[in-house]
């Protein structure tokens, strides 16, 4: 089974950056379509970005211009690079593959928008 490891996430003030890592225990970027997805308390887990094994990518419309997805199959980690901060982007942040989920959650990592 793959293990998934999320991290970068942490407290920032609202406008800030962050970077998100997701390293997998194998190499699974090269042969499926990944996301990045997030809950936040009482919510639901939805979908924030994915990257096909093309390289196409694509954005739920309220990160837009503010995060950008990308991946290093040679490292075996995804990446989401988060600029423009806001507080409703306060949520625990996931990795996983795209439509259909093949793996077990990992932890997740908490990123906090607050001033």
């Known amino acids: 089974q793959v293990q998934l490891v999320e991290s970068g996430g942490g407290l920032v003030q609202p406008g800030g950056s962050l970077r998100l890592s997701c390293t997998a225990s194998?190499?699974?970027?090269?042969?499926?379509?990944m996301a990045w997805y997030r809950q936040a308390p009482g919510k639901q887990r939805e979908s924030v970005a994915y990257?096909?094994?093309?390289?196409?990518?694509d954005y739920r419309d309220s990160v837009k211009g503010r995060f950008t997805i990308s991946r290093d199959n040679a490292k075996n980690t995804m990446y989401l690079q988060m600029n423009s901060l806001k507080p409703e982007d306060t949520a625990v942040y996931y990795c996983?593959?795209?439509?259909?989920?093949?793996?077990?959650w990992g932890q997740g990592t908490q990123v906090t928008v607050s001033s």
């Open positions: 996983n593959t795209y439509s259909p989920i093949r793996y077990n």
């Open positions: 194998r190499s699974i970027f090269s042969i499926a379509s």
């Open positions: 990257i096909t094994i093309s390289s196409s990518t």
